[in-house]
């Protein structure tokens, strides 16, 4: 089936320091890419969608200068938490939707993103 | 988007059946119904979506009412790697956004 992969698995890292995550589809190419944080014990919450060639579309709530996504290529989309701090400590998922005949979204393993 | 309504927790215990409920009293007709799931720590993994007719696949089936107002999402024989957090979603067309719901924490005893 289709798989995302994504980059670091986790990170540490100080207040204000920006951090890039990655997603790439491995096999397929993807077009679209959702992007979620999830905090402990709560469900996943959809913070901006990527496009390839196109600006991201952000959720409501969510700062765009703060969240910066990037899908430079079909196969690869990023996001980078600019000026980090400790409330941004979180589990970050990104999603592919399905294409080339999968059915489901594919997922990337998660960032689990410490700021301190 | 039309919101889904599941259970908080289930328990079951290993090698039985387990049915995991899902009311979606206001889906549309072109609302598809998806699982997902996710273990602690890991990105969501598919389990199995349907539109009207019920689903079988090697990881579970899909049973939808009729009136496509509910679903259920049944495992055959849980085992203890199925302990996870289930999700029901309903998505609009193919590719639409995901909106996850709080989710059914399914818990599996040996």
């Known amino acids: 089936g289709a798989v995302v992969s994504q980059h670091p698995s986790w990170v540490i890292c100080k207040s204000g320091t920006s951090v890039k995550i990655e997603c790439r589809s491995l096999?397929?190419?993807?077009?679209?890419m959702f992007w979620y944080r999830q905090f402990p014990k709560q469900s996943l919450m959809l913070m901006a969608t990527?496009?390839?060639?196109?600006?991201?579309?952000?959720e409501q709530g969510v700062e765009k200068d703060k969240f910066l996504i990037n899908h430079a290529s079909l196969t690869l989309s990023t996001l980078t938490v600019t000026s980090a701090h400790p409330e941004d400590s979180s589990f970050y998922i990104c999603?592919?939707?399905?294409?080339?005949?999968?059915?489901?979204?594919?997922f990337g393993s998660g960032t689990r993103l410490t700021v301190v | 988007d039309a919101k889904t309504t599941q259970p908080n927790s289930m328990e079951s215990n290993e090698e039985e059946p387990v049915h995991l409920p899902c009311n979606h009293s206001?889906?549309?007709?072109?609302?598809?119904i998806h699982w997902y799931r996710q273990l602690p720590s890991q990105g969501p993994e598919y389990v199995i979506h349907?539109?009207?007719s019920n689903v079988n696949n090697r990881m579970a089936s899909l049973a939808i009412a009729e009136d496509r107002k509910s679903s259920t999402l049944i495992l055959h024989r849980a085992t203890l790697r199925d302990a996870a957090v289930y999700y029901c979603?309903?998505?609009?067309?193919?590719?639409?956004?995901?909106?996850f719901g709080q989710g059914t924490e399914l818990s599996v005893k040996p």
């Open positions: 349907g539109l009207t």
């Open positions: 990527s496009n390839e060639g196109s600006k991201a579309t952000y």
């Open positions: 206001t889906i549309s007709g072109t609302d598809y």
């Open positions: 999603s592919a939707p399905p294409g080339g005949g999968w059915a489901g979204y594919t």
């Open positions: 096999d397929f190419q993807a077009t679209t």
């Open positions: 979603i309903l998505i609009y067309g193919q590719g639409g956004k995901l909106i």
